[in-house]
T-cell receptor, first 112, second 118 residues
Framework: AQTVTQSQPEMSVQEAETVTLSCTYD???????LFWYKQPPSRQMILVIR??????QNATENRFSVNFQKAAKSFSLKISDSQLGDTAMYFC?????????FGTGTSLTVIP | GAVVSQHPSRVICKSGTSVKIECRSL??????MFWYRQFPKQSLMLMATSNEGSKATYEQGVEKDKFLINHASLTLSTLTVTSAHPEDSSFYIC??????????????FGSGTRLTVV
């Protein structure tokens, strides 16, 4: 069975600082995708970044980057130069085939 | 590309009535759509997978007679909450399997529907 664990229910960061959200997962599969989704107060799910398991290089999207450790089954999200608009719920997600598995989320607050 | 429209965004209905929620893929065809339920401050819980032209696949514990899913075209899936009760009040979100658009957009989600049953 596939599981996704986010051990930080809530986090906060000062504006312009860097924060890292942790995520671990468990699977016996070898080819899969990992995602970070952001859910702001509007509740719209927004794709932040994704990683293909077969790629060793960590994905980067502007201020967002991941630290993907396949052997350790770890997929953390680093947000640099945090902005007030980054305040949201962040969900780590694993997908194999068409089946999504979401973590329980981390509520991030950016403090001005 | 890969835009998903979900309607309505909010609905309040009386206990015992039925409510229909629509999920549309606006600029691409979607063979498969997904319906999730999200309780306050919790994660998304997959309710069912909707396949165009065939019966939906429901997750364990989800009542198929309570949550009717119809995927009659490649751009529209509907979720009907029948004989709604207050415990059905929740946030419902659809997602679309993007097919060839996956490499650019990943999986796209609708904006969600907040259902309140009074």
């Amino acid at each position: 069975a596939q599981t996704v664990t986010q051990s930080q229910p809530e986090m906060s960061v000062q504006e312009a600082e860097t924060v890292t959200l942790s995520c671990t997962y468990d699977t016996s599969e070898n080819n899969y995708y990992l995602f970070w989704y952001k859910q702001p107060p509007s509740r719209q799910m927004i794709l932040v970044i994704r990683q293909e398991a077969y790629k060793q290089q960590n994905a980067t999207e502007n201020r967002f980057s991941v630290n993907f450790q396949k052997a350790a089954k770890s997929f953390s999200l680093k947000i640099s130069d945090s902005q007030l608009g980054d305040t949201a719920m962040y969900f780590c997600a694993f997908i194999y085939g068409n089946q999504f598995y979401f973590g329980t989320g981390t509520s991030l607050t950016v403090i001005p | 590309g890969a835009v998903v429209s979900q309607h309505p965004s909010r609905v309040i209905c009386k206990s015992g009535t039925s409510v229909k929620i629509e999920c549309r893929s606006l600029d691409f065809q979607a063979t498969t759509m997904f319906w999730y339920r999200q309780f306050p401050k919790q994660s998304l819980m997959l309710m069912a997978t909707s396949n165009e032209g065939s019966k939906a696949t429901y997750e364990q514990g989800v009542e198929k007679d309570k949550f009717l899913i119809n995927h009659a075209s490649l751009t529209l899936s509907t979720l009907t909450v029948t004989s709604a009760h207050p415990e059905d009040s929740s946030f419902y979100i659809c997602s679309v399997e993007p097919g060839q658009l996956f490499s650019n957009y990943g999986y796209t989600f609708g904006s969600g529907t907040r259902l309140t049953v009074v």
